[in-house]
C-alpha cells in the first residue's frame, strides 16, 4: 500500500476512536477508548517520526521547517495524553482536554496531509513509496502489539 494511503488511512481510524469517545456511555468506556486512542496516536507519532519524515528529508530538506512543526504538535499530543493518563473520567476537566486532544490531533492531520503528504506523493517514486508504506505498516503492527512501556 502506498505510504501516503497508509497515513491516511491511520488518521481515519484515530478519528473513528474519537468517535467512538464521543459516543460511549459511561466513565468506564470513556477510559478504554481513551487508552486505545492514546495507544493509536502513539505509535502513529512513532512510525511517521521514524519513518515518513526521514524518507521524506532524505529527498529534501525543503520541507524541514513543516515537518519540525509536525514533531512539536506530535509533543503536544504526548503532553495532553500523558495528562489524560493521570486523570479520572468524573474530573470536571477529562472531557475538555480530550476535546482539545481532538482539536490538535485534527489540526496535525489536516496540516499533514495539506503539506507533508502532497510531497511524500512529489518526491518520492510509486515503488518507494509502496516500500515505505509496507514498513509503515510493519512498524506499526510491532508497536501496536508490544506491550506497552508507558509514555
Ligand atoms: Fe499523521
Redesign the pocket.
Known amino acids: 500500500m502506498d505510504a501516503s494511503a497508509v497515513?491516511v488511512e491511520?488518521?481515519a481510524q484515530l478519528e473513528r476512536l474519537f468517535a467512538a469517545y464521543e459516543g460511549a456511555d459511561g466513565g468506564a468506556a470513556r477510559v478504554r477508548i481513551f487508552d486505545a486512542i492514546a495507544c493509536a496516536l502513539g505509535v502513529?507519532?512513532t512510525v511517521?517520526g521514524d519513518l515518513?519524515y526521514p524518507a521524506l528529508q532524505a529527498q529534501t530538506s525543503r520541507y524541514d521547517g513543516d515537518i519540525r512543526r509536525?514533531l512539536e504538535q506530535a509533543h503536544l499530543l504526548d503532553l495532553l495524553a500523558v495528562e489524560l493518563a493521570a486523570m479520572v473520567p468524573a474530573d470536571p476537566r477529562y472531557d475538555a482536554k480530550v476535546q482539545v486532544l481532538q482539536q490538535l490531533f485534527r489540526l496535525?492531520?489536516r496540516d499533514?496531509e495539506a503539506l507533508i503528504l502532497p510531497e511524500v506523493r512529489r518526491r518520492l517514486s510509486p515503488s518507494d513509496r509502496e516500500a515505505l508504506g509496507r514498513s509503515l505498516l510493519e512498524r506499526t503492527r510491532q508497536l501496536t502489539n508490544r506491550p506497552r512501556g508507558g509514555w
Open positions: 497515513i491511520a488518521h502513529h507519532e511517521e515518513l509536525q496535525h492531520v499533514e
